[in-house]
C-alpha cells in the first residue's frame, strides 16, 4: 500500500461570497493535492447566520471540541446584513481565535507581479510586507459595557487589555520573522503619545526584545504616520507587529495597495501547535457583491497556500503562489475589482490550470 500523505481539514464557509471563495480556493488546493501526493480530507461545517437564524447562535457549544481534531481550519466570512454585525465575530470568528490561542495573526501584504497598484507607479519591489498583528488581547478584549442605554446621558466604554505576556510574544514572533527575512527590517505600531499606558508599556517592550535581535533593524512609528508612510514610503517596509486593532486597519490598508481587499490572505496562527491554526483572506463577507460569482478568490487561495505551508506542504504552497502570480501576470482571467470582467470560477480555473 501507498501511504500517502493525508490531511484532516475542518472548512466553514459561513456567509456571502465566503460561500463562493471557499469552494473556489478549495478546488485549487485539491489539485496541488493531486499533484503533490497528498489528500486534504474536508469536512465543511455549515455554521454562520443562516445557522444562527435557524438555532440562535454561531455554531454549537462544543465548537471547539469539534475542531480540535483537525490539522486546520479554513474559514471564508461571517456576516449579513440581517444581524447586528457583532453577532457572527462574537460568535464565531473571536471565540476560534481566542479559544485556540491563535495569538499570531500573519498577513502578508505583497503585490503580484502584473497588478497595478493604486499607489501609481509602484512596482513588486516597492510593497512586500508582512503583518505580525496580535490576535488576542489589545483592542479585541471584550471588556466593557453600556450604561443608561438610550439616554442622553448614555455611556459606552471599550477597554483594551495589552499584557506583558501577551506583547511579549507577539513582538518576540515579529522579530524572529524579521531575523529571517533579507532586509531584516521591523516597523512596530505604536501611539504612546495618546495612549500613555496601554502603548508606553508595548514600546518598552518592543525596545528590550531589541536588544536580542541586533541584526534586525527596528524602528517605531505612531499609527497614524505609519498608516501615511505605507502609501507614500512603502518600499521602506518589511515587517510590521501592531496590536489587534491597528493591524486590522493596517492589513485592509495592505490588501487595498497591493490591488484590492480581494487580495489579502491571512493565518490565524497558534505557534506552539497545541491547537489548530485557521487560514482566511482577510475580507469579509461583502454583501454588496456576494451571490454574484464575480468574487475574487485570490485572497482565499492565497490564505490556502498558507495553510498547505503550516501542515508541512511547503512545495505545494510555492506552486499555488506561482501559479496565481501566472494568471496575474497573464492579464487574462481576472475579476472586476482587479479591472477585469472574469467571474469567480473561471478565475479560479485559471490558476487551477496553470498549477
Ligand atoms: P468586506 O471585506 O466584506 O467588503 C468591503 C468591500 O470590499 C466591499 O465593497 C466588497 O465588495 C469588497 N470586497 C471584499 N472582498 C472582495 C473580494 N474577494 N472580491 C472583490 N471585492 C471584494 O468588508 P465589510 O463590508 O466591512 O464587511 C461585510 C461583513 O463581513 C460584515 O458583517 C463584517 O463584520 C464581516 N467581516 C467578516 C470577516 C470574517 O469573517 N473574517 C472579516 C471582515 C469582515
Ligand atoms: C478581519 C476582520 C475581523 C477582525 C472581524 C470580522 C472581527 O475584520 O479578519 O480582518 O477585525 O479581525
Ligand atoms: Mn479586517
Redesign the pocket.
Known amino acids: 500500500m501507498g501511504t500517502k500523505r493525508s490531511y484532516g481539514i475542518a472548512v466553514i464557509a ?1 456567509d ?3 460561500l463562493e ?1 471557499v469552494p473556489a480556493a478549495l478546488s485549487v488546493l485539491h489539485e496541488a493535492g493531486r499533484q503533490g501526493g497528498f489528500t486534504l480530507e474536508c469536512k465543511d461545517f455549515s455554521w454562520g447566520c443562516d445557522y444562527h437564524a435557524e438555532n440562535g447562535y454561531m455554531m454549537p457549544e462544543n465548537a471547539l471540541e469539534l475542531l480540535e481534531p483537525y490539522n486546520a481550519i479554513f ?6 446584513p440581517q444581524i447586528a ?1 457583532h453577532v ?2 462574537w460568535g464565531l ?1 473571536l471565540p476560534i481565535r481566542k479559544g485556540f490561542d491563535q495569538y499570531v495573526n500573519l498577513r502578508p501584504m505583497r503585490l503580484l507581479p502584473g497588478i497595478v497598484s493604486p499607489l501609481g507607479g509602484r512596482g513588486v519591489k516597492d510593497v512586500d510586507m508582512v503583518c505580525v498583528r496580535e490576535n488576542s488581547e489589545g483592542e479585541y478584549s471584550g471588556i466593557g459595557k453600556r450604561r443608561l442605554i438610550g439616554t442622553p446621558g448614555e455611556v459606552a466604554e471599550q477597554t483594551a487589555i495589552f499584557t506583558r505576556r501577551g506583547v511579549e510574544r507577539i513582538v518576540r514572533y515579529a522579530f524572529e520573522l524579521a531575523s529571517r527575512r533579507p532586509r531584516k527590517m521591523l516597523a512596530s505600531a505604536t501611539k504612546s503619545n495618546a495612549l500613555q499606558h496601554s502603548m508606553v508599556m508595548w514600546d518598552e517592550i518592543v525596545d528590550a526584545i531589541a536588544e536580542d535581535y541586533p541584526s534586525v533593524w527596528a524602528t517605531s512609528y505612531h499609527i497614524d504616520a505609519l498608516a501615511a508612510r505605507m502609501v507614500s514610503h512603502p518600499q521602506t517596509l518589511d515587517v510590521i507587529v501592531a496590536s489587534n486593532l491597528f493591524g486590522d486597519i493596517l492589513t485592509d490598508l495592505g490588501a487595498a495597495i497591493s490591488g ?3 487580495m489579502g490572505a491571512s493565518g490565524n496562527i497558534n505557534p506552539e501547535r497545541r491547537y489548530p491554526s485557521m487560514f ?10 456576494a451571490g454574484q460569482g ?4 485570490i ?1 482565499a487561495t492565497w490564505a490556502g497556500a498558507m495553510l498547505l505551508q503550516h501542515i508541512g506542504e511547503a512545495e505545494a504552497a510555492r506552486r499555488v503562489m506561482r501559479a496565481i502570480e501566472r494568471v496575474l501576470l497573464a492579464g487574462e482571467a481576472r ?3 482587479l479591472g477585469g470582467d472574469a467571474t469567480t470560477e473561471q478565475m479560479t480555473a485559471a490558476i487551477a490550470a496553470a498549477l
Open positions: 459561513g456571502g461570497i465566503g471563495v474559514l471564508g466570512a461571517v456576516g449579513s454585525e457572527p465575530v470568528v484590492s481587499l480581494g482566511e483572506a482577510i475580507h469579509g463577507s461583502a454583501p454588496d457583491i464575480i468574487a475574487n478568490p485572497g475579476t472586476p475589482d
